[in-house]
């Protein structure tokens, strides 16, 4: 049995760097601080926290979400799995880097406006390639993972409320309750919309 899983909560270091597949597949990259934890007695001695950087790369709804409600400083929660990537260096090595390929990113300390209150979830761990000085990396792929959006859960209208020494609570003004549904209605048609995969490597 294999287990991958990786759960951090660090500081942005950067703003995310969105760019796109040849293949219309948004992927985002950034770099997340993670303190390492101090023990009590290392505290009580007034030891300096340290810090791990740690690359990280998502792709579609949450690449979109990084890039558009994310950015530097932010208190950002990170879910997704370890992978190990090879480049060539500018001398012309060839070297090996860990990197966290995420499927869940949320923004935890302040929200933006229209940002929301669920954390963008989407594919990730198809291979790209990105361009850095002399340096090109690919990250490999071959994960299982859902393209289907995730609908948000309806929310119920809040009720009026009314209770001595509690005030009440109107969420806006009176309005006339809606009417009833028609029950002979025909039933919506359900499907599901998923997105195409792609097989193109990144490329600018």
């Not at 660090?10 to 796109?20: F, I, S, W």
């Not at 990113?105 to 979830?121: F, I, N, P, Y």
């Not at 809606?178 to 599901?192: C, E, K, S, T, V």
Request: hydrophobic share 30%.
């Amino acid at each position: 049995m294999n287990y991958n899983r990786i759960i951090l909560i660090g500081r942005m270091v950067n703003d995310p760097e969105l760019k796109y597949t040849p293949s219309g597949i948004a992927v985002t990259q950034f770099r997340l601080a993670v303190n390492r934890p101090l023990s009590s007695e290392a505290r009580s001695q007034g030891t300096q926290e340290q810090a791990d950087f740690i690359d990280i790369s998502t792709w579609r709804q949450s690449a979109e979400y990084a890039a558009q409600y994310l950015n530097k400083g932010r208190l950002v929660l990170v879910e997704g799995r370890l992978q190990i990537r090879d480049y060539v260096d500018k001398e012309g090595q060839k070297r090996k880097a860990a990197e966290v390929v995420a499927d869940t990113v949320k923004g935890l300390d302040r929200r933006e406006q229209g940002e929301g209150d669920a954390a963008a979830s989407g594919g990730g761990g198809q291979q790209y390639a990105r361009s850095g000085g002399n340096a090109q990396y690919g990250g490999g792929g071959g994960g299982e993972y859902d393209q289907t959006p995730r609908e948000a859960a309806p929310v119920a209208a809040p009720a009026n409320r009314s209770a001595g020494g509690g005030g009440s609570y109107n969420g806006g003004s009176s309005a006339p309750r809606p009417a009833a549904p028609n029950r002979n209605a025909p039933p919506a048609n359900n499907y599901n919309d998923n997105a195409d995969g792609f097989d193109d490597p990144f490329a600018e």
